[in-house]
């Protein structure tokens, strides 16, 4: 056990990576399960897609080397805080969004399969050194208000700006009336689904791992702009098993290849935005999670002009913000963890 720890110390960039699929590929069959009906299953679900946050926690603590601190009733407290509202959450989305029965059975199970979702939450405020200096950033937005409005407005603009070059005329009008309510109604609905993927799993499960631990070690050695290629690698191959689930065409190679340019408009996106509000984690959660909120409100999209909008948009921000250049060592968004040879081998591949 010694030596696995030491390696993951020396190698935490590939130790996440293993460490994110083992999770996320060895529960993965839960996807399949959950969606022919077996739903006893879902907590399964959960932990597999907090597989990059975990990852991310598991590496973290392994490398901790400073005495636990703080008391163990502050983290209890935040953890049965992160419970309850990962909980209602939960149950406001099935209830107003997925228009499902409130049973006393689904608040009992909605308890029990939101726990993975509190665990990573309260890590915020662990006892452990270097994971609560980890996902500080995950409950924070001081001195990054301005980036964090700007995040959620991103990408519903984009949407706005695509129905609008594909129907200047009336493509506006016709989206809006396909809206499903109107007024206080439509502002609610908006705000349910909205916190319903940023807790699952945008921000929580994904950003924590891909964007709060990968991204600042990789940009410790190389420039953001290589670094979105190498997380981009990795993160649409991360939803094989959900995406098979859904019944996408997973063995189409021209499925794959769409993915991946698709979301590599979304990697640099949500990059840029973590990296201009100094490596906030809940700033790259709310542009993930505004998105696809946005896309949930809007499924009629032409697809092609959208892809083709957010492209156009992703370069202005490689070339706003000069992500072929490496950032400075003291930057927030570039972690101090030192690494070995082999690991700085393995990025410059």
Known sequence: MHHVSNWIKRHQIIAFFLITFAI?????????AIYKGE??????????????????IIISAICNTQPREGAKRTYWIAFLVAWVASALVCIAHNTFINRAPLTLIIVVFTIVTVIPVAFVISMAYSRIP?????????????????WALLALLWVPALILISIFINDP??????????????????????VVKFLYQLFFFNATGEEAGWRGFALPRLQARTSPLIACLVLNFFWPLWHFFLWMA???????????GQAYLTHLSATVTIVWFFNRSRGNILVA???????????????NLDWAIYNWTAAVAALVLILVGEMWKKLPMDHAAVSQTPMDGKTIAFLQQ
């Open 246 to 256: 859904e019944g996408k065409p997973v063995y189409s190679p021209e499925y794959w």
């Open 39 to 56: 739903f006893l299953l879902a907590p399964l679900a959960f932990i597999a897609t907090c597989g990059p946050a975990l990852a991310g």
């Open 285 to 299: 959660g709310i542009v993930h999670a505004a998105a696809n909120t946005a896309f949930a409100f809007f499924p």
């Open 130 to 146: 270097t994971v609560k200096n980890y996902l500080a950033s995950l409950l924070s937005l001081r001195g990054v208000w301005g």
């Open 169 to 190: 005329r009336w493509g506006l009008l016709f989206a809006v009336h396909q809206l499903p309510a109107s007024g206080l109604v439509l502002i609610g609905l908006v």
């Open 24 to 32: 996320t590929w060895g529960l993965g069959f839960s996807y399949t």
